[in-house]
């Protein structure tokens, strides 16, 4: 019997393996560097074409920006809610998830996040001054839709970024940003239209947030999480009496944190 010969390995499969040995640094290292081309073919042995093949993986993945010509090179991203909004996203937006099923999503998760700040021992050091500072600077711009519907939202990004345990915090975090990012995109057009809710409706937003800490502060887990309950299904119901039937747009995450326009 004659023994088969061994082909060559598929140029894809030497690319995907040094892709996966330097996702381990990338995620493993929080200070790794990744080395020059002409080092990574020295290192894994392997050809140029084999190394472009690997950061091109990687660059899909965000993990590396890729930068071309005389000035060249590769620079590390380490994954955030951001690129984990954007990938959850885009299973999101390939099932045709609605805006409202994103909106009952988060309306059974957000809130459980505020009873976890309130049973939070250290809460008056390190969340409490945090989330005021919030309300303060969203009070200063009620007159203001497209600025304090920004502030205000990230009164919600803050929340869920105290949440002590971190899985619950990612997971959630990813869609408080899809979230965000649709709501300031719809301030914006609303704005525009000289639709916007009335700075009374604004000032009304500060002072749930304000009982929000309060209820924070004092330690009362289930009064904090029924009123955040209560205060999202109400603002979410403004953004859905509008665009109820759009689905989910995983660029708006990406684009919120890079101060984009997202689109509605």
Same mark, same amino acid.
């Given at each position: 019997?004659?023994?088969?010969?061994?082909? !060559?390995?598929?140029?894809?499969?030497? +690319?995907?393996?040094?892709?996966?040995?330097?996702?381990? *640094?990338?995620?493993?290292?929080?200070?790794?560097?990744?080395?020059?081309?002409?080092?990574?073919?020295?290192?894994?042995?392997?050809?140029?074409?084999?190394? #472009?093949?690997?950061?091109?993986?990687?660059?899909?993945?965000?993990?590396?920006?890729?930068?071309?010509?005389?000035? $060249?090179?590769? @620079?590390?991203?380490?994954? &955030? @809610?951001?690129?984990?909004?954007?990938?959850?996203?885009?299973?999101?937006?390939? +099932?045709?998830?609605?805006?409202?099923?994103?909106? /009952?999503?988060?309306?059974?998760?957000?809130?459980?996040?505020?009873?976890?700040?309130?049973?939070?021992? &250290? #809460?008056?050091?390190?969340?409490?001054?945090?989330?005021?500072?919030?309300?303060?600077?969203? /009070?200063?711009?009620?007159? &203001?839709?497209? /600025?304090?519907?920004?502030?205000?939202?990230?009164?919600?990004?803050?929340?869920?970024?105290?949440?002590?345990?971190?899985?619950?915090?990612?997971?959630?975090?990813?869609?408080?940003?899809?979230?965000?990012?649709?709501?300031?995109?719809?301030?914006?057009?609303?704005?525009?239209?000289?639709?916007?809710?009335?700075?009374?409706?604004?000032? @009304?937003?500060?002072?749930?947030?304000?009982?929000?800490?309060?209820?924070?502060?004092? $330690?009362?887990?289930?009064?904090?999480?029924?009123?955040?309950?209560? *205060?999202?299904?109400?603002?979410?119901?403004?953004?859905?009496?509008?665009? &109820?039937?759009?689905?989910?747009?995983?660029?708006? +995450?990406?684009?919120?944190?890079?101060?984009? !326009?997202?689109?509605?």
């Amino acid at each position: 019997m004659t023994t088969p010969r061994r082909g !060559r390995v598929p140029q894809r499969r030497i +690319a995907e393996t040094v892709a996966a040995e330097l996702r381990d *640094h990338i995620l493993s290292d929080d200070n790794y560097r990744l080395p020059t081309q002409d080092q990574l073919v020295k290192d894994f042995g392997v050809s140029y074409p084999s190394i #472009r093949e690997a950061l091109r993986i990687l660059e899909t993945e965000g993990l590396v920006t890729v930068r071309r010509g005389n000035v $060249g090179g590769a @620079e590390v991203h380490r994954p &955030d @809610e951001f690129s984990a909004a954007y990938h959850l996203g885009l299973a999101l937006q390939g +099932a045709r998830v609605t805006l409202g099923d994103l909106a /009952a999503g988060l309306q059974k998760l957000e809130p459980m996040c505020a009873a976890e700040l309130a049973r939070r021992p &250290d #809460r008056a050091e390190v969340v409490v001054p945090a989330l005021e500072a919030n309300v303060n600077a969203s /009070a200063e711009v009620v007159d &203001d839709g497209v /600025a304090f519907t920004r502030i205000a939202r990230e009164f919600h990004d803050l929340v869920v970024s105290f949440t002590p345990n971190v899985t619950v915090r990612y997971v959630v975090s990813s869609l408080v940003a899809l979230w965000s990012a649709q709501e300031v995109a719809w301030a914006e057009v609303l704005t525009r239209r000289g639709e916007y809710p009335s700075e009374e409706d604004a000032r @009304e937003a500060v002072r749930i947030h304000r009982r929000i800490v309060d209820e924070i502060a004092a $330690g009362r887990d289930s009064e904090a999480e029924r009123i955040a309950r209560a *205060h999202l299904a109400a603002t979410q119901a403004i953004l859905l009496d509008r665009f &109820d039937d759009g689905v989910v747009n995983a660029s708006s +995450a990406m684009a919120r944190q890079a101060g984009q !326009r997202p689109r509605i």
